[in-house]
């Protein structure tokens, strides 16, 4: 069916090679001529000059004796006495944690900043919040009202300044952010010195960014069913479920405490998670398992601090006076109707501590010891608690008016500063004998009250003001400068078991 056939070969010529040998030319090119020349210099003379010092005279060194006379005597007698007091410093803990510092020393408080908005203080609206951004370098503050309990459609700001500008001006803020209703608090995302968060008299939970120039608006939440439905008195940067990701807790007068991720892309705020504060199912002091029956209300919330050594705790400062450890891995099912949110809301409460006579404006657990807060209200004194004891373990009198604000020192264990009703700043040493203020800073506004309260890495204290005026303050080195055994004392403190 198939054989083998030969066929001849057929071979093309190219014409494509001799087309193009054809069109090939060849051209060259030359510049001018380029001219070159030389020259030489001569100087007209040349001259050496030397000098010569004086030989260097040895003058002649005292000998000195090898063994004064005496000397032996006066050492054998002492030696037993040296030998002793050697020993006895050796066991001495006077300079136990004593560190050597060769920063300026300032021996006295000053203001170094009054800083203020003059349309907002003329329109008569209060510092109602104060936070220092990751730089310390950035002091923000909120416009709102304190004074004022009817829904408000107020506009309102938030201003803002950096403090390394060379050419500050105290009435000038460096950037403004208008809002629609007041300002209740402020805080700064602790690792991104441009983002803020605050929450509204309007229940809306904002954050902006401060590097957006036209609409600084990073994320909101808008109002949904999710929002708040009181003011926004607390929001706190928390851990979020993703690892480096950030979350905003916030938490409104109604009861209820969100917690919202951050969608930068879309804009918007989602609630993650939920709780509600119910009287009937808050703990009674000193026990979790025995609970109040009587009443079903919300408890309202005035305050809240987040645990710098646990990431589940936080405390929770109400309006009747209750301060309660919450759990955010609790799982109990708030016992609320539902009203439109998108998650189901949860019981945090796990344990309450001693009620006081009224509303709670202020907490804060102490930088150095993970069982201690200080808790200030409308009766005028400081608490001193444990977070394992329902009883306080000191009690300070700070005013006879309100307290609005407490803060812990950053750099010292037993300092904490608080502001008053009368505008004075009390800063307590709880390492003196004396219950009594180790410094009292009169800030000079007419007897209104100062509103919030914080330091800064770098030992400044801000200062929020009904007047509406941020002052900066420098406190002194007795205030700042850690002594010896600090920690012991306060650990000592943390031990002591309440009355």
Same mark, same amino acid.
């Given at each position: 069916?198939?054989?083998?056939?030969?066929?001849?070969?057929?071979?093309?010529?190219?014409?494509?090679?001799?087309?193009?040998?054809?069109?090939?030319?060849?051209?060259?090119?030359?510049?001018?001529?380029?001219?070159?020349?030389?020259?030489?210099?001569?100087?007209?003379?040349?001259?050496?000059?030397?000098?010569?010092?004086?030989?260097?005279?040895?003058?002649?060194?005292?000998?000195?004796?090898?063994?004064?006379?005496?000397?032996?005597?006066?050492?054998?007698?002492?030696?037993?006495?040296?030998?002793?007091?050697?020993?006895?410093?050796?066991?001495?803990?006077?300079?136990?944690?004593?560190?050597?510092?060769?920063?300026?020393?300032?021996?006295?408080?000053?203001?170094?900043?009054?800083?203020?908005?003059?349309?907002?203080?003329?329109?008569?609206?209060?510092?109602?919040?104060?936070?220092?951004?990751?730089?310390?370098?950035?002091?923000?503050?909120?416009?709102?009202?304190?004074?004022?309990?009817?829904?408000?459609?107020?506009?309102?700001?938030?201003?803002?300044?950096?403090?390394?500008?060379?050419?500050?001006?105290?009435?000038?803020?460096?950037?403004?952010?208008?809002?629609?209703?007041?300002?209740?608090?402020?805080?700064?995302?602790?690792?991104?010195?441009?983002? %803020?968060?605050?929450?509204?008299? =309007? *229940?809306?939970?904002? &954050?902006?960014? +401060? /590097?957006? $120039?036209?609409? #600084?608006?990073?994320?909101?939440?808008?109002?949904?069913?999710?929002?708040?439905?009181?003011?926004?008195?607390?929001?706190?940067?928390?851990?979020?479920?993703?690892?480096?990701?950030?979350?905003?807790?916030?938490?409104?007068?109604?009861?209820?405490?969100?917690?919202?991720?951050?969608?930068?892309?879309?804009?918007?705020?989602?609630?993650?998670?939920?709780?509600?504060?119910?009287?009937?199912?808050?703990?009674?002091?000193?026990? %979790?398992?025995?609970?109040?029956? =009587? *009443?079903?209300?919300? &408890?309202?919330? +005035? /305050?809240? $601090?987040?645990? #710098?050594?646990?990431?589940?705790?936080?405390?929770?400062?109400?309006?009747?006076?209750?301060?309660?450890?919450?759990?955010?891995?609790?799982?109990?099912?708030?016992?609320?109707?539902?009203?439109?949110?998108?998650?189901?809301?949860?019981?945090?409460?796990?344990?309450?501590?001693?009620?006081?006579?009224?509303?709670?404006?202020?907490?804060?657990?102490?930088?150095?010891?993970?069982?201690?807060?200080?808790?200030?209200?409308?009766?005028?004194?400081?608490?001193?608690? =444990?977070?394992?004891?329902?009883?306080?373990?000191?009690?300070?009198?700070?005013?006879?008016?309100?307290?609005?604000?407490?803060?812990?020192?950053?750099?010292?264990?037993?300092?904490?500063?608080?502001?008053?009703?009368?505008?004075?700043?009390?800063?307590?040493?709880?390492?003196?004998?004396?219950?009594?203020?180790?410094?009292?800073?009169?800030?000079?506004?007419?007897?209104?009250?100062?509103?919030?309260?914080?330091?800064?890495?770098?030992?400044?204290?801000?200062?929020?003001?009904?007047?509406?005026?941020?002052?900066?303050?420098?406190?002194?080195?007795?205030?700042?400068?850690?002594?010896?055994?600090?920690?012991?004392?306060?650990?000592?403190?943390?031990?002591?078991?309440?009355?």
């Amino acid at each position: 069916m198939f054989t083998d056939e030969s066929l001849d070969v057929v071979g093309v010529q190219s014409s494509w090679k001799t087309s193009h040998q054809r069109a090939q030319e060849s051209k060259t090119c030359q510049t001018k001529p380029v001219r070159t020349a030389e020259a030489e210099a001569q100087v007209r003379s040349v001259r050496d000059c030397g000098a010569q010092t004086d030989p260097h005279e040895q003058l002649p060194q005292p000998q000195l004796s090898s063994d004064p006379p005496g000397l032996e005597d006066f050492l054998r007698r002492v030696e037993d006495v040296v030998i002793r007091e050697l020993v006895k410093n050796s066991k001495s803990h006077a300079f136990d944690g004593f560190e050597v510092n060769w920063a300026d020393q300032h021996q006295t408080v000053s203001c170094l900043y009054c800083l203020g908005h003059p349309d907002a203080q003329q329109r008569g609206l209060q510092v109602t919040s104060v936070s220092w951004n990751c730089t310390a370098s950035v002091i923000a503050c909120a416009y709102g009202r304190v004074d004022n309990g009817d829904w408000s459609t107020e506009r309102s700001c938030v201003c803002m300044w950096n403090l390394d500008r060379s050419r500050l001006n105290p009435k000038q803020p460096d950037t403004v952010i208008d809002t629609a209703t007041p300002v209740m608090c402020v805080s700064f995302h602790p690792l991104r010195p441009s983002l %803020i968060a605050g929450g509204l008299y =309007s *229940g809306e939970v904002i &954050i902006w960014d +401060t /590097s957006r $120039t036209q609409d #600084p608006v990073f994320a909101q939440t808008g109002m949904s069913p999710d929002t708040h439905r009181e003011p926004v008195y607390e929001v706190k940067w928390v851990p979020g479920t993703r690892r480096g990701e950030l979350a905003v807790l916030s938490a409104c007068s109604g009861g209820r405490i969100l917690l919202w991720s951050v969608d930068g892309v879309e804009g918007k705020l989602t609630l993650t998670s939920g709780y509600a504060l119910v009287r009937q199912q808050v703990p009674q002091s000193g026990s %979790i398992s025995k609970l109040q029956t =009587s *009443g079903g209300t919300n &408890i309202g919330v +005035t /305050s809240l $601090t987040l645990s #710098p050594w646990d990431t589940d705790t936080f405390l929770v400062g109400s309006e009747g006076g209750m301060v309660l450890k919450c759990s955010f891995s609790s799982q109990t099912v708030a016992a609320v109707p539902p009203d439109g949110e998108s998650v189901t809301l949860r019981s945090p409460a796990q344990f309450s501590f001693s009620p006081r006579g009224g509303p709670i404006h202020s907490l804060h657990f102490s930088p150095f010891h993970r069982n201690l807060f200080v808790s200030v209200g409308t009766d005028g004194l400081a608490h001193i608690h =444990s977070i394992l004891q329902p009883r306080p373990l000191l009690t300070l009198r700070v005013s006879d008016s309100y307290v609005f604000g407490v803060r812990w020192s950053p750099v010292r264990p037993l300092v904490f500063a608080a502001v008053t009703g009368q505008g004075l700043v009390q800063v307590f040493d709880l390492g003196r004998r004396s219950l009594r203020p180790a410094a009292t800073i009169d800030q000079n506004i007419g007897g209104q009250p100062a509103y919030c309260l914080e330091f800064s890495p770098q030992q400044l204290l801000a200062v929020g003001n009904a007047e509406g005026s941020v002052k900066i303050w420098q406190l002194s080195a007795e205030l700042t400068e850690q002594g010896s055994r600090e920690s012991a004392v306060l650990e000592q403190l943390a031990n002591e078991v309440a009355e």
